[in-house]
């Protein structure tokens, strides 16, 4: 069964990825997902928080030596710098991930602000990163500002990293978006070598016995794939760029579900903090299992199967959806509101 695909220009031997997660962390990790058949490896997300604090604490401490005597000075602090200060760590273990397997490890990018990305995104490149995802993580707490300015931030981002490195460049994007097909519109015609469908914004909880917000992170489950996989059926072969399909991938269904729908490559991050790396294995062999009951050669015979052809009236075809739907569940629960 032939399982390789192509991401970003990639060449990759099977379609699931390791998303970026807590599981990237550890050499260990990255190595575990390679050998039981992930196609490549995003590494765990990088905060552009995290250099700024480790930028600080740096500065601090050579702040805290300049006026020691000249008998010190062979210890002074080396100054620290955007591309290798804060960022450091992360480059070290992206450096010694990329040298341990033999398949594409990507570097995740996560902030919100222009200032810095161009030099960690240089960096990375150094360090070895076979690609670079975006994660533009920007909710705008300010209530004035419009959407157009945070679709032109994106924008701004992706072609300030584009201009400083040679890899590909992907970006996970926002399901928040007015119009998240004219968005990703915009990034492929922007040189946007990928698009990530979808972020999962990370939405507190209310604990209403000691009345206070509780923040904390859940992990996907299969029925949220239904609102990333819509848009992949849309956006397939409308776009120049990659589709790669994230959040609530379990099951080798899931990963056909999306491959259907249009997918080049799926990845899955919960399902790894599930079941551990390992899990990678049992995607892979219950992904070829289906190719094979089906009668599909390849993950390429399959690809887009079930997308919106390109010849198609997609709102029209999204209303009918919606019309049919409604239908179904009246049939079956009564009359709904629509």
């Known amino acids: 069964m ?3 695909t192509s991401y970003l220009g990639l060449p990759l031997c099977s379609p699931v990825v390791a998303s970026a997660s807590p599981v990237s962390m550890t050499l260990d990790g990255v190595r575990a997902c390679a050998d039981h058949g992930a196609g490549a490896v995003v ?7 995290e250099v700024r604090a480790r930028e600080v604490a740096d500065l601090l401490l050579t702040e805290a030596h300049e006026h020691s005597f000249g008998e010190a000075q062979g210890y002074f602090p080396e100054a620290p710098t955007v591309s290798f200060g804060g960022a450091r760590p992360y480059l070290r ?10 398949v594409p490890v990507i570097a995740s990018l996560n902030g919100s602000s222009p200032g810095g990305w161009t030099s960690i995104a240089a960096s990375m490149e150094s360090a070895g ?6 994660n533009i993580y920007a909710v705008p707490g300010d209530l004035t500002v419009d959407g157009r300015v945070v679709e032109d931030r994106h924008l701004e981002i992706l072609a300030a990293v584009k201009a400083a490195v040679s890899v590909p460049v992907a970006v996970k994007l926002s399901p ?6 004219a968005m990703a519109l915009a990034l492929d015609a922007a040189g946007a070598d990928g698009l990530v469908l979808f972020n999962r914004f990370l939405q507190p909880d209310v604990d209403v016995e000691a009345q206070r917000v509780r923040p904390g992170a859940t992990l996907s489950v299969p029925a949220e794939a239904r609102l990333p996989r819509t848009w992949i059926a849309l956006l397939h072969r409308r776009v120049r760029a990659s589709l790669a399909a994230t959040t609530g ?4 269904d899931d990963v056909v579900a999306y491959l259907l729908a249009g997918a080049d490559v799926v990845m899955t991050a919960s399902a790894l903090l599930r079941h551990g790396p390992a899990h990678v294995g049992t995607l892979v062999d219950e992904l070829s299992a289906w190719l094979d009951r089906k009668g599909y050669a390849s993950v390429a015979a399959a690809r887009g199967v079930l997308a919106v052809g390109a010849d ?19 049939g079956r629960y009564g009359r709904l509101p629509s």
Do not use: K, M, N
Request: hydrophobic content about 45%; charged content about 25%; proline content about 2%.
């Open 2 to 4: 032939d399982l390789t």
């Open 43 to 49: 590494l765990y997300s990088l905060f552009e928080e």
């Open 93 to 102: 273990h992206l450096e010694r991930s990329a040298a341990a397997v033999d």
């Open 129 to 134: 990163a076979a690609a670079i995802e975006l």
């Open 176 to 181: 928040f978006f007015s119009a998240p097909g």
């Open 249 to 252: 991938v379990e099951s080798g």
């Open 312 to 330: 198609v009236d997609a709102t029209a075809y999204e209303r009918a959806g919606y019309v049919r739907a409604l239908r179904d569940a009246q």
